[in-house]
């Protein structure tokens, strides 16, 4: 959403950081200072790779997105960081291939 005012942005992300989480029909709401739309297209890169660490299931294994737009994928106390999704990809494909 944008803000005409920059009052108002300040309060609504404190009051969304007070609250923890916020639903609107079940789904869940992240709020976020400023995010262009360069960033959105780098993060959305990751997507696939996301959806294929997802249906992978290992219970070592957790993943996420580093600001402003790099995968962090930890697999048995050991942290991998990708700027390119090809290169997680490859990391993914040797991990199924090794287990």
């Known amino acids: 959403m944008k803000f005409l005012n920059y009052t108002d942005k300040v309060r609504t992300l404190k009051a969304a950081r ?3 989480t916020v639903m609107l029909d079940k789904i869940k709401l ?3 200072s400023d ?3 360069e960033l959105d297209k780098n993060l959305k890169r990751f997507d696939a790779v996301k959806k294929d660490l997802r249906d992978l299931n290992f219970p ?8 402003p737009a790099t995968l962090c994928v930890t697999y ?3 942290s991998h960081l990708f700027d390119n999704p090809s290169d997680a ?3 993914l494909q040797d991990l199924k291939d090794n287990v």
């Not at 070592?60 to 600001?67: F, K, P, Q, V």
């Open 60 to 67: 070592e294994l957790c993943y996420g997105i580093l600001h």
């Open 89 to 91: 990809q490859r990391f």
């Open 30 to 32: 992240m709020f976020f």
């Open 18 to 20: 007070a609250v923890g």
């Open 76 to 78: 048995k106390g050991k």
């Open 35 to 37: 995010m262009s739309a």
